[in-house]
């Protein structure tokens, strides 16, 4: 595979993350990865092609509807982008700061709009925490799934990576009839589980 150029890994990463993480159109996102494309995540497992990559992140991402994901930093080198987002939700606790963990994600480029693999990297006791506090808070101050669904800071480091002002959350999981997410890694009907 041939280096494309910076200019076509830059647009292409752009599209890429405002699809996933600023609409959270998981399943678009998800047709961005070629065919034979493999998503790895260090805990829950790998993922190949499109159709499992769709049910693992919307399994995952609708199991957390209060997490969103601001960018703070990105670096293109070659075809690779390596990058960092937080993991973030607004706190139930009205005036609270955010609740978050940080994840990085290396993905390799393929041409043509399309990503040939990601890696994901996160640590698994900042998870817990975040969990805790999050339902800590939750306990304290309830929230419909309209309020879990708000994405108040994006923060300020990267001005292009956010939705558009007005822009309404509607994950693409939302549509799915029966949908199901994921209570646990035990329970993923796709890919090749981590145990």
């Known amino acids: 595979m041939g280096e494309f150029s910076r ?18 159109n998981w399943e678009g996102w998800a047709h961005l990865f070629t065919g034979d494309a493999v998503y790895h995540d260090h805990y829950y497992g790998k993922f190949t092609g499109p159709g499992e990559i769709t049910r693992f992140i919307e399994g995952t991402m609708g199991a957390a509807p209060h997490v969103y994901n601001p960018l703070v930093w990105y670096v293109i080198d070659g075809n690779r982008v390596v990058y960092e987002v937080l993991n973030r939700a607004d ?53 419909t799934e309209e309020q879990r669904l708000s994405r108040r800071d994006w923060g300020d480091w990267v001005d292009w990576a956010r939705p558009a002002d007005g822009h309404e959350t509607r994950p693409s999981w939302m549509d799915r009839e029966n949908f ?8 993923l009907d796709v890919g090749v589980r981590n145990s």
């Open 91 to 143: 706190n139930p606790e009205p005036g609270g700061p955010p609740i978050e963990f940080s994840s990085w994600q290396n993905i390799i480029y393929a041409g043509n709009g399309k990503w040939r693999s990601e890696e994901d990297i996160w640590l698994m006791g900042e998870m817990k925490r975040f969990v805790k506090e999050y339902n800590e808070a939750l306990a304290k101050f309830p929230q």
């Open 7 to 24: 200019s076509e890994v830059e647009a292409a990463f752009r599209h890429y993350f405002m699809v996933g993480q600023g609409t959270e």
């Open 180 to 187: 199901a997410p994921y209570g646990s890694r035990a329970e």
